[in-house]
Nanobody, 123 residues
């Protein structure tokens, strides 16, 4: 059973940066596509970014393209989301997930979810 634990959230001013980490245990991430999702208060969960397990291709929602970077370190069994130039609308609970493939920026056929880490962007 794969377990995912996110960290790195917090309070940051607009224009600031955060790096989220998602550490996996129980099994290797090597064979999973990985995705980051976020859920703002009162809104549905949305796919932010996805990284393929086959060739490492990365995909981003239009709202974060050019500002966020997803990466995966198989040796550390960890997925990262580097978030730069943060905006107030980026706030929410961020979740990582493991699944079978990326459908654009959305992870498909999700097998496992992390518990989430909260991001607040405010002056």
């Amino acid at each position: 059973q794969l377990q995912l634990v996110e960290s790195g959230g917090g309070l940051v001013q607009p224009g600031g940066s955060l790096r989220l980490s998602c550490v996996a245990s129980g099994y290797t991430l090597r064979f999973y596509a990985m995705g980051w999702f976020r859920q703002a208060p009162g809104k549905e969960r949305e796919g932010v970014s996805c990284i393929s397990s086959t060739d490492g291709s990365t995909y981003y929602a239009d709202s974060v393209k050019g500002r966020f970077t997803i990466s995966k370190d198989n040796a550390k069994n960890t997925v990262y989301l580097q978030m730069n130039s943060l905006k107030p609308e980026d706030r929410g609970d961020y979740y990582c997930a493991a699944g079978s493939s990326c459908k654009g920026n959305v992870l498909y056929a999700i097998n496992y979810w992390g518990q989430g880490t909260q991001v607040t962007v405010s002056a």
